[in-house]
């Protein structure tokens, strides 16, 4: 079983996904909101995403974590580092539910999980698939200190790869 870490930031807590989560990821996915992940899902999809997002802890040492507003303990949303055979390289990801947009959490999330990546697990460099029409995406990864790196594989074609390096 994997070491998954529980990390905290001012406001919120990272922590394991849990069975709990599946209804608010589920209705997520099936949302338009997904368009930018490939989506929307139907429920096989969906519910293949959230187990693999949980499995990678054990098979890469690295995977998803949901992001939970230490106040009021709801769920915020997701952030997670990607690995194995659907991503050339690991990547950091996120999103957030409606409720937690614009304030900041997916930059907070983010933040933290790519500094203890680096921290922790020694890695030296990260990438985020970003869809070029998400253009809150595009910005939040600017805003992490990522560089587009066109010449990075990724994989989907259309998707512009934002590059994080170690500082």
Do not use: K
Request: net charge negative.
């Amino acid at each position: 079983m994997a070491d998954i870490p529980v990390l905290t930031t001012a406001r919120l807590t990272l922590r394991a996904m849990r069975a709990a989560d599946w209804p608010c990821f589920r209705a997520l996915m099936a949302s338009p909101r997904a368009r930018h992940m490939g989506g929307p899902f139907d429920d096989t999809a969906a519910w293949g995403m959230f187990c693999a997002d949980h499995a990678q802890w054990d098979l890469f040492g690295t995977g998803a974590l949901m992001i939970d507003d230490r106040a009021t303990g709801d769920c915020l949303g997701q952030v997670g580092v990607n690995a194995g055979p659907l991503f050339p390289e690991r990547e950091l990801g996120w999103f957030v539910y409606p409720q937690a947009e614009a304030r900041g959490i997916a930059f907070e999330a983010a933040s933290a999980l790519r500094d203890w990546t680096r921290d922790v697990r020694r890695l030296d460099t990260l990438v985020s698939y970003v869809d070029p029409d998400n253009a809150r995406s595009v910005r939040l990864a600017e805003r992490l200190g990522a560089v587009q790196d066109p010449d990075a594989p990724r994989p989907d074609p259309d998707d512009l790869v934002f590059r994080h390096f170690r500082r």
